[in-house]
T-cell receptor, first 114, second 113 residues
Framework: GAGVSQTPSNKVTEKGKYVELRCDPI?????LYWYRQSLGQGPEFLIY????????DSGLPNDRFFAVRPEGSVSTLKIQRTERGDSAVYLC????????????FGPGTRLLVL | SQQGEEDPQALSIQEGENATMNCSYK?????LQWYRQNSGRGLVHLIL?????REKHSGRLRVTLDTSKKSSSLLITASRAADTASYFC?????????????FGKGITLSVRP
């Protein structure tokens, strides 16, 4: 596909469960970003990958959140022991090389923790 | 934390009118980007303006950047009902190789037919 894709589109889970959110970036893009957007707010940065490595994970709120990008393409955001406050839209973006590049966003995954 | 502050928070105009939205930020930047979002889902990139640029155009969009005032404006000319959306400014910091974006809270634009 031409754009960034994310699966699932929607995820409903129960408090305490584990969830995985997937992001397929634009082919050839080395930089990949995860953001989280709460209702009525702008997206907030979570983590940035350059290739396979996390260049900046300062936005992850706590150690329940973890992300991987093992082959430098697809990335998975993992949330353990979900809490109701984790409910938000999780957005993934990619750019060709990182600095001074346009970031292209996927449609997001809407996570609802009951 | 959110660096960008958009102004106004909400804007309602008649189709055909121009819409002007403003953004202020706090720290030194590499560039500033404007995005549009419909229905709280994916963001659509509109325009990127670098710190050494003062004005850029793209179709009906005009963006200005004043780094001395740490502010930017987005002008949409001859607005259409389809322009109804939320608009966000986002800044890339001037801190070496980190390209994470910091977004404002957004402006809700309503264009009445």
């Amino acid at each position: 596909g031409a754009g960034v894709s994310q699966t699932p589109s929607n995820k409903v889970t129960e408090k305490g469960k584990y969830v995985e959110l997937r992001c397929d970036p634009i082919s050839g893009h080395t930089a990949l970003y995860w953001y989280r957007q709460s209702l009525g707010q702008g997206p907030e940065f979570l983590i940035y990958f350059q290739g396979t490595g996390a260049a900046d994970d300062s936005g992850l709120p706590n150690d329940r959140f973890f992300a991987v990008r093992p082959e430098g393409s697809v990335s998975t955001l993992k949330i353990q022991r979900t809490e109701r406050g984790d409910s938000a839209v999780y957005l993934c973006a990619s750019s060709f090389s990182g600095v001074q590049e346009t970031q292209y966003f996927g449609p997001g995954t809407r996570l609802l923790v009951l | 934390s959110q660096q960008g502050e958009e102004d106004p928070q909400a804007l309602s105009i008649q189709e055909g009118e121009n819409a002007t939205m403003n953004c202020s930020y706090k720290t030194s930047i590499n560039n500033l980007q404007w995005y549009r979002q419909n229905s709280g889902r994916g963001l659509v990139h509109l325009i990127l303006i670098r710190s050494n640029e003062r004005e850029k155009h793209s179709g009906r969009l005009r963006v200005t950047l004043d780094t001395s005032k740490k502010s930017s404006s987005l002008l949409i000319t001859a607005s259409r009902a389809a322009d109804t959306a939320s608009y966000f400014c986002a800044t890339e910091p001037n801190t070496g190789a980190n390209s994470k974006l910091t977004f404002g809270k957004g402006i809700t634009l309503s264009v009445r037919p």
